[in-house]
């Protein structure tokens, strides 16, 4: 079975100071990882994805994850934070083992990411 | 995602109701599904269909039901709606890559069972 944790219920961090919020995976083969973010009110939007190749992976509005596999982390960060960038984010996982067919995500609990100005 | 439209954007309903939410997709996707979000869960999913004909229960189907009319259209029915009912309701659509898939959300309805 696959899983995923956001150890973070929230995250504060001041505007303009790098931000990193956490994730962690279990799977039982390879790992597919995805970040989402929602902004009040709204759907997910997709960020970025991990599907194999460089361990760092850039996505939109400047957030970059590092996977380490190791560790079974996919950490979301961003080198300097932004007021809009708060908004609550969940981390996905699809394990390759699930099976044809399947291709389900599994999404964390979420963190809340507030930038304080 | 504007390509993802979802309606209503929110309901209030009686327990015992029988409702239903629409999505609807000009994406081309084949792949649609529909989550709940609760506050502190994440999301998780009740009902995907790969296309019109195979639709497949998800984690939490019960007291759900699905219609996949076309294509475009993905609907969910709440046959006798309950107040542990009342969520968040996000559609979602992906393009057949496998792993590789990316989901893509609607805005999401948000329901009040009374």
């Known amino acids: 079975a696959q899983s995923v944790a956001q150890p973070e219920d929230q995250v504060n961090v001041a505007e303009g100071n790098p931000l990193t919020v956490k994730c962690t995976y279990s799977?039982?083969?390879?790992?597919?990882l995805f970040w989402y973010v929602q902004y009040p009110n709204r759907g997910l939007q997709f960020l970025l994805k991990?599907?194999?190749?460089?361990?760092l992976v850039k996505g939109s509005y400047g957030f970059e994850a590092e996977f380490n596999k190791s560790q079974t982390s996919f950490h979301l960060k961003k080198p300097s934070a932004l007021v809009s960038d708060s908004a609550l984010y969940f981390c996905?996982?699809?394990?390759?083992?699930?099976?044809?067919?399947?291709?389900?995500?599994?999404f964390g609990k979420g963190t809340k990411l507030s930038v304080i100005p | 995602d504007a390509d993802v439209t979802q309606t209503p954007r929110n309901r209030i309903t009686k327990t015992g109701k029988r409702i239903m939410l629409e999505c609807s997709q000009t994406?081309?996707?084949?792949?649609m599904y529909w989550y709940r979000q609760d506050p502190g869960l994440g999301l998780r999913l009740i009902y995907y269909?790969?296309?019109?004909?195979?639709?497949n229960k998800g984690e939490i189907s019960d007291g759900y039901s699905v219609s996949r009319q076309a294509q475009a259209k993905f609907s969910l029915s709440l046959e006798s709606a309950i107040p542990n009912q009342t969520a968040l309701y996000f559609c979602?659509?992906?393009?057949?890559?496998?792993?590789?898939?990316?989901?893509?959300f609607g805005p999401g309805t948000r329901l009040l069972v009374l």
């Open positions: 979602a659509t992906s393009e057949q890559r496998g792993f590789q898939e990316t989901q893509y």
């Open positions: 799977v039982s083969g390879n790992p597919y």
């Open positions: 991990y599907i194999t190749g460089d361990n």
């Open positions: 996905a996982v699809r394990d390759a083992y699930s099976g044809a067919g399947s291709y389900q995500l599994t």
């Open positions: 994406k081309g996707h084949d792949r």
């Open positions: 269909s790969f296309d019109v004909k195979d639709i």
